[in-house]
């Protein structure tokens, strides 16, 4: 049976069990196979899905499935509505060193911030410049590409929380957490149809 649990990496912790400085491994003991389904950047915190399902890997990590990612991404300046805009229609950032023109995203400037835990260490405010927060939604996931897709239109990251995959989310959960989830439900709140098959293929 496929094992399935979600975390809330904080920042500065890598996505990976081993290497130098905080791991996932210092969140506690998973069971040998199981592997993050994507990555999160050291200074980037939030949402992360860890399976052994290789089929769920496969669905979530395959562009052509568009599953939704949702991040709240605190931006140094206040975007425009050309910028949102830009961000909507897709910008071209580097990936591996080529140009990409990033798919269609929701992107909703937030009318106050978040209700998120304080980061550890906070991120260092500028008197002088002000900040928004931003609701952004993707369906793919190329290396860092929020923090670039921002800087495109103007306004770098300053911190970066993903906060749901389709209708799984960090709602009621502290950083560090960690939970382990259904393979029912975790199917079914990725929107994907394999649980059936699934469950057919056990009983085999």
């Known amino acids: 049976m496929p094992s399935y649990f979600i975390t809330y990496k904080p920042y500065g912790v890598l996505t990976?069990?081993?290497g130098e400085g905080p791991t996932l491994a210092s969140l506690g003991e998973f069971p040998k196979e199981v592997y993050p389904v994507g990555r999160l950047d050291k200074d980037s915190e939030g949402l992360l899905l860890l399976t052994d399902d290789k089929s769920l890997n496969h669905q979530l990590l395959?562009?052509?499935?568009a599953h939704?990612?949702?991040y709240f991404v605190q931006v140094e300046g206040i975007p425009t509505t050309e910028a949102l805009a830009h961000l909507q229609a897709g910008v071209t950032i580097q990936v591996d060193g080529k140009p990409y023109r990033t798919k269609p995203a929701v992107a909703k400037l937030l009318d106050s911030a978040p209700i998120l835990p304080e980061r550890n260490p906070p991120i260092r405010y500028r008197a002088s410049i002000p900040d928004r927060w931003l609701a952004l939604t993707?369906?793919?996931?190329?290396?860092?590409?929020v923090r670039k897709m921002t800087a495109a239109?103007?306004?770098p990251t300053l911190r970066l929380v993903r906060y749901s995959m389709e209708k799984i989310s960090l709602e009621g959960m502290v950083v560090g957490e960690v939970r382990e989830l259904s393979q029912e439900f975790v199917y079914r709140a990725l929107g994907l149809s394999g649980f059936a098959n699934a469950k057919t293929s056990r009983r085999s």
């Not at 395959?62 to 499935?65: E, S, V």
């Open 16 to 18: 990976q069990f081993s």
């Open 62 to 65: 395959n562009p052509r499935f």
């Open 68 to 70: 939704q990612r949702t």
């Open 138 to 145: 993707l369906i793919e996931g190329k290396n860092r590409q």
């Open 153 to 155: 239109v103007g306004f």
